[in-house]
T-cell receptor
């Protein structure tokens, strides 16, 4: 069974600093897809970044980047130059190409002014 | 273009009543998903529609839950004889159809069963 673990229920960071959110997953598949979604208080889930497992290069989207370690089954999210608007729940998700996207329990991130 | 929309945004009902939740996916998206998010929890997969294929209902928690998708577009999630444990946010997502495609989420319906 595929599972996704986010070991940090809550984190906080000072504005303009860098924070890393952890995610590990368990799978026997070789080809799959990993996602980070952000859910602000408005409830709207927004895709932050995605990574295809067959790509060795870590995905980057502006201030957001991932550290994808396939052998360790680790997929952490780094947020640089944190902004107040980054305050949200962050969910790591895994999909190996079936209907069942598995989500972690989430990390609540608070950016402090 | 417009994103995924859901209605109502909030629903309060009494235990034992039936409720219907609606999802309008992004135009042209052939895949549609329903998830349930309980307070402080991650997302629980409920059901998946892809085009005209039979839906994957493997995530539905009981036979009180059902969903339809008419004309390959709008979907309705129905919960019959609601229970207090059904209280949650119900999220809908759509994608372009390939299973590895990014899912785009609606704002959800917050259901409270008294």
């Amino acid at each position: 069974a595929q599972t996704v673990t986010q070991s940090q229920p809550e984190m906080s960071v000072q504005e303009a600093e860098t924070v890393t959110l952890s995610c590990t997953y368990d799978t026997s598949e070789n080809n799959y897809y990993l996602f980070w979604y952000k859910q602000p208080p408005s409830r709207q889930m927004i895709l932050v970044i995605r990574q295809e497992a067959y790509k060795q290069q870590n995905a980057t989207e502006n201030r957001f980047s991932v550290n994808f370690q396939k052998a360790a089954k680790s997929f952490s999210l780094k947020i640089s130059d944190s902004q107040l608007g980054d305050t949200a729940m962050y969910f790591c998700a895994f999909n190996h190409g079936n209907n069942d996207m598995r989500f972690g329990a989430g990390t609540r991130l608070t950016v402090k002014p | 273009g417009a994103g995924v929309s859901q209605s109502p945004s909030n629903k309060v009902t009494e235990k034992g009543k039936d409720v219907e939740l609606r999802c309008d996916p992004i135009s042209g998206h052939t895949a549609l998903y329903w998830y349930r998010q309980s307070l402080g929890q991650g997302l629980e997969f409920l059901i998946y529609f892809q085009g005209n294929s039979a839906p994957d209902k493997s995530g539905l928690p009981s036979d009180r839950f059902s969903a339809e998708r008419t004309g390959g577009s709008v979907s309705t999630l129905t919960i019959q004889r609601t229970q207090q444990e059904d209280s949650a946010v119900y999220l809908c997502a759509s994608s372009r159809g390939q299973l590895q495609e990014t899912q785009y989420f609606g704002p959800g319906t917050r259901l409270l069963v008294l």
